[in-house]
């Protein structure tokens, strides 16, 4: 019996599936970067100067690069840059960092300092097609643009991948700033490349990163899906995007149950006023200003027309079932419930890294 570990926020479950009900996994072969092409291409970073390094996710890759600079810092016999942090992860980010480093709240309201170098490893969206530092500006100092994102949305659907009109609000906003940012692009082996620069230029990793994650596949019934990473499933609004990029190879009826621990909740206000009976699919739609989230909530209604979406979380029962989902208190029961109700014999597709994996 084949044993699968799959990423459940900060640890991994086992997943005991038999062989003959086992797909066989999407694999692929981008080549890492090595270290040292790694610390040669950060050689364009002026460390001489004070600078502030501000954390739009936490990933492994991030942490690398994080390394590599503090590295370069003692090397040269300067101060490391300080790093700002979203408070959720902040006791997370200091226990992998040196305890000399100065690591606060990132609470700052505008973007006015040039000193800041923001840095994230690039995801898929379903509503600006990949997830930048340009996406996640805007998501947090450019709220009154995201209406407008909404309503330049390529329909009901989640185009995860694509470049859309939505994108160019994300790339309007941050124009006008004089920041910088390092873009990271990786997979489950590492790194696969990174631009510095301005947020609106490193955004052309994007087309790297759809080739290096894509695969074209039959459409099959079955999916077991992980997002490969806990900055992906802190909350379930971050693991959602996970769904999107694999619900059109799923047939008609088919079942997804996706692991998402989200210790952090919801992540979402649309979500929470959703479930609280506060909001609707048809106000959504007409929307007239800007809930955070309601994307996500539309996508999920939409795609939960065609297949059935099974979710392994810490979420509250009721919180799950509101959300139309099947909810499942561990990976085994999930794949007890697919025997049972699909057959001993159902083939079951594992997506191991679901939040860098497009299937098509």
């Not at 959720?88 to 100065?102: A, G, T, Y």
């Not at 995007?241 to 694999?246: E, F, G, K, Q, V």
Request: aromatic content about 8%; hydrophobic content about 35%; glycine content about 6%.
């Amino acid at each position: 019996m084949p044993e699968i570990w799959l990423n459940y926020g900060n640890n991994d479950v086992v997943l005991d599936i038999l062989a003959e009900n086992l797909e066989a996994k999407p694999v692929f072969d981008n080549k890492p970067m090595t270290e040292s092409l790694i610390s040669e291409k950060l050689e364009s970073i002026d460390l001489s100067k004070p600078i502030e390094i501000a954390l739009l996710n936490y990933t492994d890759s991030v942490q690398t690069i994080l390394r590599k600079i503090f590295e370069k810092c003692e090397n040269k016999s300067i101060s490391k840059p300080k790093l700002l942090v979203d408070k959720r992860i902040l006791p997370l980010v200091k226990s992998q960092n040196p305890e000399d480093l100065s690591i606060i709240e990132f609470g700052q309201d505008e973007l006015t300092d040039s000193d800041l170098i923001f840095v994230s490893e690039m995801e898929f969206d379903g509503l600006f097609g990949f997830e930048t530092n340009s996406t996640r500006l805007t998501k947090h100092f450019g709220k009154s643009k995201m209406l407008e994102a909404f309503k330049k949305r390529n329909g009901d659907n989640p185009n995860p991948g694509q470049i859309v009109p939505s994108i160019q609000v994300a790339n309007n906003f941050v124009d006008s700033f004089e920041i910088s940012s390092i873009e990271i692009v990786s997979n489950l082996n590492g790194i696969i490349d990174f631009s510095i620069g301005h947020p609106k230029s490193t955004m052309s990793l994007s087309n790297l990163f759809s080739k290096s994650c894509s695969q074209n596949l039959e459409a099959q019934k079955t999916f077991i899906l992980s997002t490969g990473k806990y900055a992906s499933n802190q909350t379930l609004s971050r693991s959602l995007p996970s769904l999107w990029n694999c619900y059109s190879v799923v047939k008609n009826q088919g079942l997804v149950i996706l692991l998402s621990e989200c210790l952090n909740g919801l992540g979402s206000e649309a979500l929470q006023q959703f479930i609280d009976g506060r909001l609707g699919i048809e106000k959504i739609k007409n929307a007239s200003q800007y809930i955070d989230g309601m994307e996500n909530l539309l996508y999920l209604n939409e795609i939960q027309k065609k297949i059935q979406i099974g979710l392994v979380s810490i979420l509250p029962e009721t919180y799950v079932k509101k959300l139309n989902m099947i909810p499942f208190d561990g990976v085994k029961k999930g794949m007890d419930y697919i025997l049972k109700n699909q057959g001993i014999r159902q083939k079951v597709k594992i997506i191991d890294d679901g939040a860098r994996t497009i299937l098509t």
